[in-house]
Nanobody, 116 residues
Framework: QVRLEESGGGLVQPGGSLRLSCVAS????????MSWYRQAPAKERELVAT????????KSADSVKGRFTMSRDNARNTVSLQMNSLIPEDTATYYC?????????WGRGIQVTVSS
């Protein structure tokens, strides 16, 4: 059974930081491209960042460049998203995604709220 479990979300003040983590099980993790997506209320889901199977950043949203850093640890089947200088517009549900060879899996999502 494939499982992607996100953790690390919560409420933070503007300018603060959070670190999201996603632990994968049931897949050959090191074969998969991993991504973080987010979806704000009444908006479409958008890509935050994607890493290749080796950890190279393939793509990241312009809105998070310089503030968010994505990394992965293939030995621990984990991807992380370090989010700094958070702004209210970063408020959303954040989803972990695994994709390889037409196989696509999603986590259940975790809420991040940036508010004073």
């Amino acid at each position: 059974q494939v499982r992607l479990e996100e953790s690390g979300g919560g409420l933070v003040q503007p300018g603060g930081s959070l670190r999201l983590s996603c632990v994968a099980s049931g897949i050959a993790f090191s074969s998969y491209a991993m991504s973080w997506y987010r979806q704000a209320p009444a908006k479409e889901r958008e890509l935050v960042a994607t890493t290749s199977s080796s950890g190279r950043i393939i793509k990241s949203a312009d809105s998070v460049k310089g503030r968010f850093t994505m990394s992965r640890d293939n030995a621990r089947n984990t991807v992380s998203l370090q989010m700094n200088s958070l702004i209210p517009e970063d408020t959303a549900t954040y989803y972990c995604n695994a994709n390889w060879n037409q196989r696509n899996y999603w986590g259940r999502g975790i809420q991040v709220t940036v508010s004073s």
